[in-house]
C-alpha cells in the first residue's frame, strides 16, 4: 500500500503563507522525485515544483518562483510545499507525485504515484 497523503490546504488571504505537506507511506521516496501539481477550476495542470531525492535538486515554475519553496524530510518521508504571497491565482488543488527513478522536471506516466490533494483557496 504505496501511498502519498497531502495536508495543509486552506483558505488564505492574499499576500499570505502556507505549508503543504505531502507524506509517503508504504515505502522510501529515495531514488523519487517528487513534484507538486496543481489544478484550479476551467484550468490545465500545471507542475509548480520538484525535488529529487538522492541529490536534492529543485525546479520551480515561473507562475512560482521566488515565492515558494520546495524540501524534503528525508527520515520522515515528507515532502514540503512552503508558499509565500499568495495569489488568487494560486487557488487550484495541489496534489504531489512520486516519480521513479526520474530528474527534476518530472512530467507524469501512468504508473507515476499521486496524492489525491488538498485544496487551497486565497481569497479576501
Known amino acids: 500500500q504505496m501511498q502519498l497523503v497531502e495536508s495543509g490546504g486552506d483558505l488564505v488571504q492574499p499576500g499570505g503563507s502556507l505549508r503543504l505537506t505531502c507524506v509517503a507511506s508504504g515505502f522510501d521516496l529515495e531514488h523519487y522525485a517528487v513534484s507538486w501539481f496543481r489544478q484550479g477550476p476551467g484550468e490545465a495542470r500545471e507542475a509548480v515544483s520538484c525535488?529529487?531525492?538522492?541529490?536534492?535538486?529543485?525546479y520551480y515554475s515561473n507562475s512560482v518562483k521566488g515565492r515558494f519553496t520546495v524540501s524534503i524530510d528525508k527520515d520522515e518521508d515528507t515532502v514540503y510545499l512552503d508558499m509565500t504571497s499568495l495569489r488568487s491565482e494560486d487557488t487550484a488543488i495541489y496534489r504531489c507525485?512520486?516519480?521513479?527513478?526520474?530528474?527534476?522536471?518530472?512530467?507524469?506516466?501512468?504508473?507515476?504515484?499521486w496524492g489525491r490533494g488538498t485544496r487551497v483557496t486565497v481569497s479576501s
Open positions: 525535488i529529487r531525492y538522492d541529490d536534492e535538486s529543485t
Open positions: 507525485l512520486a516519480a521513479w527513478d526520474k530528474y527534476c522536471p518530472t512530467g507524469w506516466i501512468d504508473n507515476d504515484l
